[in-house]
């Protein structure tokens, strides 16, 4: 393979993580709002679910929230990484 199709391949690959990246950031939007749908039902005084559990629905709204935007930063923290690494193979063509 010379030079200009490992270029063109690692500039695709680039392209395809980016929009990845967008997707996924995308999706993670869409279940904080369905996640603080939920919770907002679980939170209504009438509902026996929680009361069952014995659980504090703040605290369990407060956790999966966190832990939802602890995996986002995660995801978004490889495909840096993996941004960062072909940006710098393809300027080791260039």
Known sequence: MDDSKISQLIDITIGEILKTK????SEFEKFRIALSNIFRL??????????KLQGQPKD???????M???????INSAHDGYLS??????????
């Open 22 to 25: 967008s997707e996924t950031n």
């Open 42 to 51: 679980l939170t209504d005084q009438r509902s026996s679910t929680l009361v």
């Open 60 to 66: 369990l709204i407060s956790y999966i929230i966190q």
């Open 68 to 74: 939802t935007n602890n995996l986002q930063e995660s």
């Open 85 to 94: 690494n072909l940006t710098k193979a393809r300027n080791l063509l260039e």
